[in-house]
């Protein structure tokens, strides 16, 4: 079956503006997942739906970033005001619920901010 | 604040050899932990979900073990092939919270 996809696979974007990244989650999972992965170095959590809300926020940054999930399927994540360092792979995630469920990852968005 | 540690960073094995690769992680309250091999350039592939209760997971030429009261995680994988080339990351998850804490991953290069 299909698996986790992400859109766009690359986003080249200027300091400043605003980017939208899409996940499109395994059908039937109703857990999804962010998380950015900087060069080198392992993932590191964002955000966590249940559904439609974001059972935990708890990663994000600052409030530039954020996310939704509007009807419990597709998600987006919403970064404002772009800086050189959210420069990163956003890596997204989805299981079948929450608790011991395996994660499924997508192939990612590789974000340039120049 | 649970911090997860891969070492060593890279590991560069003859084709053939057993590899075995560390985890090890300070909060011993987990629910799981998840091993995961990257390609580079790619998202991340599951290969092992050990639930807190459980000593080790097989697939195929993969085990994982796990030591929770020692904070410990080892992968071995049997009988290297070029194609294992690639980084594995190591991630728990807390018993509180649902989402995963990385290492920062260890590169393996099997060489023919």
């Known amino acids: 079956g299909a698996g986790v996809s992400q859109t766009p696979s690359n986003k080249v974007t200027e300091k400043g503006k605003y980017v939208e990244l899409r996940c499109d989650p395994i059908?039937?999972?109703?857990?999804l997942y962010w998380y950015r992965q900087s060069l080198g170095q392992g993932p590191e959590f964002l955000i966590y739906?249940?559904?439609?809300?974001?059972?935990?926020d708890s990663g994000l940054p600052n409030d530039r970033f954020f996310a939704v999930r509007p009807e419990g399927s597709v998600s987006t994540l919403k970064i404002q005001r772009t800086e050189r360092g959210d420069s990163a792979v956003y890596l997204c995630?989805?299981?079948?619920?929450?608790?011991?469920?395996?994660?499924?990852f997508g192939p990612g968005t590789r974000l340039t901010v120049t | 604040k649970q911090e997860v540690t891969q070492i060593p960073a890279a590991l560069s094995v003859p084709e053939g050899e057993n590899l075995v690769l560390n985890c090890s992680f300070t909060?011993?309250?987990?629910?799981?932990l998840q091993w995961f091999r990257q390609d580079p350039g790619k998202g991340l592939t599951s290969l092992l979900l050990?639930?807190?209760?459980?000593r080790e997971q097989t697939s195929g030429r993969l085990n994982a073990s796990l030591d929770k009261s020692s904070g410990r995680s080892t992968l071995y994988i049997a009988a290297s092939q070029p194609g294992d080339s690639a980084t594995y990351l190591c991630?728990?998850?807390?018993?509180?919270?649902?989402?995963?804490?990385f290492g920062g991953g260890t590169r393996v290069l099997v060489k023919p």
């Open positions: 991630a728990v998850r807390g018993a509180a919270g649902n989402k995963l804490t």
């Open positions: 909060d011993s309250a987990i629910y799981n």
């Open positions: 995630a989805s299981s079948l619920g929450a608790g011991g469920y395996e994660q499924y």
């Open positions: 739906f249940q559904g439609t809300g974001a059972a935990d």
């Open positions: 050990i639930q807190s209760s459980q």
């Open positions: 059908s039937g999972h109703t857990a």
